[in-house]
Every structure is written in structure tokens, then in C-alpha cells.
């Protein structure tokens, strides 16, 4: 599935790293969702193991893009980056991207909704890893479930988008390309400029990504999605249609 050799030598060793720190974080959300469904009478239950969660979730996404960066512009590597660095490089890239989350009643979560709009502000769930990373104690209550979510959807985001941890997500077996070359006549080497006519996606144990399909306008959706995976199939169907119907949020 890799374009060329070059794209392969170029790949970053931190992305192996990534993938591999996301699918760890997850499997900690997969086992607590099996004694805490996530359900909106739940989203607000907080628990220590949340905030386990929630902190190495926001932790990688803040050393993802930090690593990116110094690949990106190596004469600023040694600048302080913070959130809203993150936000001026990254932001217009996932701010109005989504994932499907299947262990919930809302099946879309989109962990950057706070940057569509040009003025800066913090995540909701970035805001609650501020303030347990300085104050675990004190500030337990923000460790929930909701946040530790939509912290990990974050991450899945943060390393698709990063542009630097394809060849670790594709190695890790979490890219269906369907029958389709994603790359095929595309000058780009990113998993994040696939368009949806390609119908490729990501998917892990709790989430789908689409690539190409939310936070682009005019996106023609295909009736139906040539994929493995029968409970993404079924959403799909069901997304195609509430957009035709003029009902999707």
C-alpha cells in the first residue's frame, strides 16, 4: 500500500511509536467502557482510571505534533510549542474532522469542534488534562469519561493528520482502502489529503475515520461504502442517508 520506496525510508521512526501509544491508550478505554457503557447518563462519571486516560491520551497528541513540527521546520525545533502552536500548524487540518465512535449513543465525536472557528480556545478535554496534569488530586472530577473519549479520538486524529505516521498506520494493518489505491495519480504522499472518491478509512478497535469525508464542502458520498467491516457499512448508510435527508448535524 506504500506509493514508492522513498515514502518508506522517509517515514519517521516516532510514528511506529505513535500508533503503538494509541492502540495501547484505546485498549485502557476499551476495558473501562466493558463496567462503564458511554451513554449521556455516564458522560460525567469520572474515575482515576480516566484520568490515566485522558493524560498519556493529550500527552502524545502534544508530543506528536511537537515531533512533526521539528520535522516540518527543523530551524524552529528548538522553539517552545504549546496548544495554540499546535493550533496555528495543525488546526485548519482537523477542526472539522470527526470520528465514529462505536461503543456510544453518539456515534460522531469531533475532538477539535473548538478550532473551527479562527479565535483560539483550548479543547474541552485539553482544558481537563491542564488541570490534572498540575493538580491530579484536586482536580479529579474533570477526569471523565466524556473527556477520556474524545482524548483518544483526539490522538487518532493527531497521528493521521500529522502526516508523519502513515507507513505505522498502514503497517498496523488500520487502513482499509477497500479495492481502491489511495495514492493512485495523486501527487501527494498523505494519508490526510485522500479524497472520498478513493473510500478509504481508518479503523481501530473503538473508531472509524473516513478520509476525506468531514470538514469538506461539497463532499459527494457514495450510497454505499465497498468495506470489511459490516458495523462501519451499516453507519455509513445510515450517515448517507440523514445527509440526503437533510438531518445530519
Given amino acids: 500500500m506504500l506509493r514508492d520506496l522513498q515514502q518508506l525510508s522517509d517515514a519517521p521512526p516516532f510514528g511506529v511509536t505513535a500508533v503503538e501509544g494509541f492502540l495501547t491508550v484505546e485498549g485502557l478505554l476499551q476495558e473501562a467502557l466493558r463496567y462503564v457503557p458511554y451513554c449521556d447518563e455516564h458522560r460525567n462519571v469520572w474515575s482515576s482510571h480516566f484520568a490515566r486516560i485522558i493524560l498519556d491520551a493529550a500527552s502524545q497528541v502534544d508530543s506528536i505534533w511537537k515531533a512533526t513540527a521539528k520535522i516540518d521546520d527543523p530551524a524552529r525545533s528548538g522553539d517552545r510549542l504549546t496548544i495554540k502552536s499546535h493550533f496555528d500548524r495543525f488546526g485548519p487540518l482537523v477542526a472539522g474532522q470527526e470520528v465514529i465512535f462505536f461503543s456510544g449513543v453518539s456515534p460522531r465525536i469531533g475532538p477539535f469542534g473548538e478550532w473551527r472557528h479562527s479565535d483560539f480556545a483550548p479543547p474541552r478535554w485539553w482544558k481537563a488534562y491542564n488541570r490534572l496534569k498540575h493538580d491530579r488530586l484536586s482536580n479529579q472530577k474533570d477526569a471523565t469519561l466524556d473527556h477520556a473519549v474524545n482524548a483518544v479520538g483526539a490522538l487518532l486524529l493527531a497521528v493521521t493528520y500529522s502526516g508523519s505516521c502513515d507507513v505505522a498506520l498502514i503497517n498496523a494493518g488500520l487502513l482499509d482502502a477497500s479495492a481502491k489505491y489511495v495514492w493512485n495519480s495523486r501527487e501527494t504522499?498523505?494519508?490526510?489529503?485522500v479524497t472520498s472518491d478513493c473510500a478509504a478509512k481508518l479503523e481501530t478497535g473503538l473508531f472509524a475515520h473516513p478520509l476525506g469525508v468531514f470538514g469538506v464542502d461539497n463532499c459527494r458520498l457514495p450510497g454505499y461504502w465497498m468495506?470489511?467491516?459490516?458495523?462501519?457499512?451499516?453507519?455509513w448508510l445510515q450517515y448517507v442517508i440523514q445527509r440526503r435527508e437533510g438531518s445530519a448535524d
Fill in 189 to 193: 504522499r498523505h494519508l490526510r489529503d
Fill in 227 to 235: 468495506s470489511a467491516s459490516p458495523r462501519f457499512n451499516v453507519w
